[in-house]
């Protein structure tokens, strides 16, 4: 096993040279360990390192790593969510960062009111991604605000994006800006039920970037757990 406790850190020290480059507090910024293909064994890990936010991208996982843990860990839904499956995570997620349609939201919204919750969401961008067809076009989101902000059993709490994997991280730094700066417009729009307290940005090749330009909540994974192997599984 890699040593998770050195990498965890090693992540924590470059966020506070990230925020301190920029007059931020290393407080404002949470991390999110992304534990997607790992084991439990390897959560236990993390968790004793005291990073209890978990990243988990299949409702499949997520059921599973929470049969063995439950609320030990803060569980985080990072991936593309089909509205068939939204009832299975409903009861044990704190976030789901990947709201990307009208008709997940409205989901969302029916299961949590089934549970007499109300989910906290994020809406997932899509800035400058190719690799990926999920997110909302940044031309999309005052009306997708507008309506998701009507149902009762969701809360907006801020935005989401995947940046493309670039060898220079510099590359993503316009990407978490122009993110920043819908955050911003938004705010000023004071939409009732609807805060931008929440920037989920940057992963291991550029959350240091991500954080200067305003991150509040960095998705690491193989920077903590290592490489992930997918042929394994
Ligand atoms: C896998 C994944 C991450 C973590 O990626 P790393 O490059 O391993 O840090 C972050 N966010 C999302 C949405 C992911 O799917």
Redesign the pocket.
Known sequence: MKNISENINDVINNIEIAANKVGRDKDEITLIA?S?TKPIEYIEEALKCNIINM?E?KVQEIRQKYEALGNDAVWHM??HLQTNKVKYIIDKVSLI??VDSLKLAEKINSEASKHDITMDILIQLNVANEETKFGLMTEELIDFIINVSRLSNVRIKGLMT?APYVVNSEENRYIFRQIRQLAVDIKRKNIDNVSMDILSMG???D?MVAIEEGSTMV?????IFGK?DYNKR
């Open positions: 992304v997607k990243g991208n990072i991936g960062h990947s995947i992963m291991t090749n959350y998705r690491v994974g193989t920077g992930r």
